[in-house]
């Protein structure tokens, strides 16, 4: 185990007392919650068939990967454009036939890793090519957390920035005050807390609480049972190039998971796997009427701040999502918290994030006085944290390459193509 994982609570084969897992569970599944329906209320899906299917995809993710690595799969927020323009189109199945697309281009691209093997890898992504787009991960999320956490309705509400700093606030003190099993769910307890401030404040509405069912079979949307699929190549080709750009935020997170437990995800149990469970997730969500899905930096962020990696706690949390999908009181409950609280837990989330990406450049060592290595991790950080995206295409056919993903082209490039040492360098 190396050096910085030696404080680890809960190791990723480690089970919790069942006490604590539920606890442990219901944190990963309220950091995930927001994003997850966010995503198919934007589009016009069920948030509930969101939930469900994040829950299995979650569950076959894990059991695809061997139950070696602890992620989450949420609603991925690169497909929303193309998803909206699809939904006025053609409906879902049009929706349904890019999401599997997804899916499909993650298991051709695993059995592809599976034949050439993973030896390049180390090359491609040495350190320093991997703490900046480690950064860049956690960083890029930035401007989300701080207008959920100063917005209300797309305007500047002072209650919200309020309510938000009083949920970073008590967060961090349950982080640095707290011992025991409440020591292990600082989060779960800081969006506890911030969201009764938040109902002081009169940021929270009960009525979708009141007008819920208690039992809420979500509207699933079958193939040959609700519809019958047909082949939208305008959708395919659309969506399924977009997977290019989640893949490489797909291997972004492995690298902080890498970093956080001291392992070679990429190596064993293997990247062919992570990428046919991330595949399979998608195809499963298109089946049964969800969105694409993707691996959540939400939960990485929990397990950073918790030093609890195990595998079987994001296994409760895809459990208490599947179930919670069903109970429409609970479910809208969970939806009532207002951005306030999510934004200011997630100050704390995605920063910890970013810290790992410093951490990777710390233990390693880099020389930041040689200009190889300045070069690379200038470039990564302006452009993605920036965001400076690739665009292809108009309407309905746009292809949007984020700043994250161009960061870590970029990355990568630039590593394989700078010499050693620059010109000035060797003369000295």
Do not use: C
């Amino acid at each position: 185990m190396a050096e910085n994982q030696k404080d680890v609570v809960l190791d990723v084969d480690d089970k919790p007392k069942f006490g604590q897992w539920i606890g442990l569970s219901l944190q990963h599944m309220f950091s995930m919650f927001g994003s997850t329906v966010l995503v198919p209320l934007l589009v016009g899906l069920n948030p509930g068939i969101a939930l469900f299917s994040s829950g299995v995809g979650t569950l076959l993710h894990i059991l695809i990967t061997k139950k070696e690595i602890p992620a989450y799969m949420g609603s991925s927020f690169a497909f929303i454009v193309p998803m909206m323009s699809l939904m006025k189109t053609t409906g879902y199945p049009g929706v349904a036939a890019g999401v599997i697309s997804v899916g499909v281009i993650y298991l051709i691209i695993a059995g592809i890793v599976a034949m050439i093997g993973t030896n390049w890898i180390d090359r491609l992504l040495p350190p320093i090519v991997v703490g900046p787009i480690v950064m860049v991960i956690g960083l890029s999320l930035a401007p989300s957390a701080a207008q959920s956490a100063t917005l209300l309705n797309g305007k500047y509400d002072i209650r919200v920035f309020i309510v938000a700093m009083l949920t970073l606030g008590v967060t961090i003190f349950f982080n640095m005050k707290l011992k025991g099993f409440l020591g292990l769910i600082p989060i779960l307890l800081g969006i506890v807390v911030g969201y009764i401030f938040a109902v002081l404040f009169g940021l929270v509405d009960f009525q979708p609480v009141m007008q819920s069912k208690w039992f809420a079979l979500p509207n699933f949307e079958i193939p040959f049972v609700n519809y019958q699929p047909h082949m939208y190549w305008n959708a395919i080709i659309v969506m399924a190039p977009l997977a290019l750009v989640t893949i490489t935020e797909h291997m972004g997170h492995l690298m902080v998971l890498d970093d956080l437990t001291g392992r070679n995800y990429f190596k064993e149990p293997g990247l062919q796997r992570t990428l046919a469970g991330d595949g399979a997730a998608s195809i499963f969500a298109g089946l049964v009427g969800g969105p694409s899905v993707t691996s959540y930096g939400e939960n990485i962020g929990v397990m950073a701040i918790t030093k609890v990696h195990s595998v079987y706690v994001l296994m409760g949390a895809a459990m208490f999502a599947i179930l919670f999908s069903f109970v429409g009181k609970l479910s809208a409950l969970i939806q009532s918290i207002p951005g306030a609280v999510t934004g200011g837990i997630s100050f704390l989330l995605f920063g910890v994030i970013a810290a790992s990406g410093l951490r990777i450049l710390v233990d390693n060592k880099i020389d930041f006085d040689k200009k190889r290595n300045l070069m690379i991790a200038s470039s990564v950080l302006v452009i993605g944290i920036g965001n400076a995206y690739l665009q292809v295409g108009s309407g309905s056919e746009v292809v949007q390459f984020s700043g994250v993903a161009i960061a870590t082209v970029l990355g990568i490039a630039l590593n394989l193509i700078l010499p050693k040492e620059a010109a000035s360098e060797a003369d000295v």
